[in-house]
């Protein structure tokens, strides 16, 4: 059994700079091991054993199935460690960007084209570390496109010099953010000249009429800002709006107004992609039939075990290539690792046989958690194995985290802008423990809406 002095690990907390205010030992704590989504951990002073239901849509598989995806890469480096041992030349385990990449690199854009979200061949993937910097570099990527010409389903003369982004209100992508904008002064040359955000209205949740009166809302707001030359959406939010998700044919009539209107779409789908949405495909975009112009793709596609991310472009590899474009956006190392692509790749191959999991999964979380959703006290969102519960104002984060802790069940906790727990566990999630799990989130509504003390 792995172990870990209680004391070497508030003093080792109280020098992590992470999820915790400084000098504090009151962070996630740190875990000795996990089975499944079980988790031992020294939590506050103490050890502890929690159910972990939210990881932000980092992981994908645990247990026998992670084992095998993250198989080729141990064999990868296994090799490469012994050649080396011996002074033998050895495939790299991973290659500075400026240098090359890995030959890994072909096997994993061979198993991404079998799961486009669309069809065509003049797509391009670009490769990030996490998720904010693969949607920049999509917007950047749109943003050339949008440069050289308007969208192609666009018949009117729109004029190409500002490109500002469309994000939604209340969205990672926001104003917020620094992710995303830039100042009308290119940054390098032939940069995409962004010069900020604009939030564009938040939809409804479902209702005809009110789709109906969302599209006119919006019809105007294209046309009181015909200079966004990008837009982004989440098809299914994040924790920003705790998993809510779009109504499918609105969000379909509005990305192609939005084409139609000469702006590039782009569909972040780091959180709900993957086949995390229950639809049965990979990407939501393609189950929804949205046609964006990209999709971004998150780090659970190299397991969460390596750092993995980025983004596809659906057209313009040909003309970008002809203009002598590069897309700027990159870190030293992304997309570097073979182990990542060997990863991701197994995972490519593995994911389609789980598409039907999370659709039953997501059930489960309807049933058992659907009963204490009031809409007052608790309200729940989601589909498929992303889940948001949002709680009334009344409710501390420090009291959840303690009902949490109490009934030894850690979701993912969202603060701002509205109190709120995230369900997004491994795709493979065992059936028990998710119920199990699932139980004890249940418990920590019900001691909530109680008003029942920490000790209690």
Known sequence: MASLPIESSSKAMKRLAARSTVASDEGPGIVVERRGAKLRRVYRGEIEETFLLGAACSEVFTGPRLAKVLRPALEHQRLAIEKMERGES??????????????????????????????????????????????????????????????????????????????????????????????????????????????????????????????????????????????????????SRLARAWPPQLLKEVIARCQRSGAYVLCDEVMCGLGRHGEGTLFLSQAWALEPDAVTFGKSLASGTFPLSGVIVRHGSKAMWEAGIKIQQSHTYAGSSALAYLTATEILRELPGWFDRANRSGQMVRDLLGPVADGKFFRLYGQGLLWGGEFAKTVAATDLKAACHKEGVWPYIVESPSLGLMISPPMDIDEDQLREGLEGLVRVVNRLKAGLPEEA
């Open 90 to 239: 050895w495939e790299p385990l991973s290659i500075h960007t400026s240098a090359g990449f890995p030959g890994a690199l072909t096997g994993f854009v061979e198993c991404l084209e079998k799961n486009l979200p669309w069809t065509g061949s003049d797509w391009f993937v670009n490769v990030q570390q996490e998720g904010a910097t693969a949607v920049w570099a999509g917007v950047e990527a749109l943003g050339h496109l949008r440069q050289m010409a308007p969208h192609p389903k666009c018949s009117a003369s729109r004029s190409l010099d500002v490109c500002r982004v469309g994000v939604a209100e209340r969205s990672y992508h926001g104003t917020p953010t620094t992710a995303l904008g830039q100042p009308a002064k290119p940054l390098w040359p032939n940069a995409p000249r962004t010069t900020g955000q604009v939030s564009y209205p938040l939809p409804p949740l479902s209702g005809e009429k009110e789709c109906e009166e969302y599209l006119r809302k919006f019809d105007a707001f294209l046309a009181e800002h015909p200079d966004i030359g990008i837009f982004v959406f989440e098809p299914q939010w994040g924790s």
